[in-house]
């Protein structure tokens, strides 16, 4: 038996799930378009154990998502699992966000996964996934063009999710593109991958552990 509770804050939506060798038992969440995990989190972590019916000592493991996505989120999300790590003796478990992501939606054998996370401008993390959701392509942060991805365009159906779909919309400009709205990280899809990773103790030095930026932190100039 595994109780492992899920974290995740690689983008505006503050997500926490409660699962037991895999299965969901609880799941809350805040997605009002702000950054505002900070003071969320915690909230949701006790809410959650509440309405699982469990205590914090009954868990046996913290997964949190990993990155790529929002700086400020990942830290506040790595700096929560970690400190409940230390405190309860409890091994970390570390969870891709996209391959989360392409976990949210199921395609036909053929067709692959585009999950994207935006990354200022006309930029986006994102990586490749089949419709077995084994990833196929690196995760990069890159620069959408109207060329992009069309070696998998020009086979069948690629599926564009996360918010980062919706700026390339007007940009490719193919029948095989489909653009999935309404799907966004969660610590719903996380309850799987951390149990799997459990069950092979794939877990992470919590002293060491950091989240996978891809891209250096930058801070702009204020423009007052």
Known sequence: MSLILNIETATKNCSVSLAENGVLLALNEVNDGNYSHGEQLHLLIKNILSEGG????????????????????????????KGLCFSLDKPLIAVSTLTALSNAFTVDKGAVIVPMLDARRMEVYSAVYNHNHNQIREIKAEVITENSFSEYLSKGNVYFLGDGADKCKTILKNNNAIFLDGYFPSAKQMAQLSFDKYKISDTEDVAYFEPFYLKDFMVTKSKK
């Open 54 to 81: 469990k205590s914090i000592s009954d868990i046996d493991a913290i997964a949190v998502s990993k990155g790529p996505g929002s700086y400020t989120g990942l830290r506040i999300g790595v700096s929560t699992a």
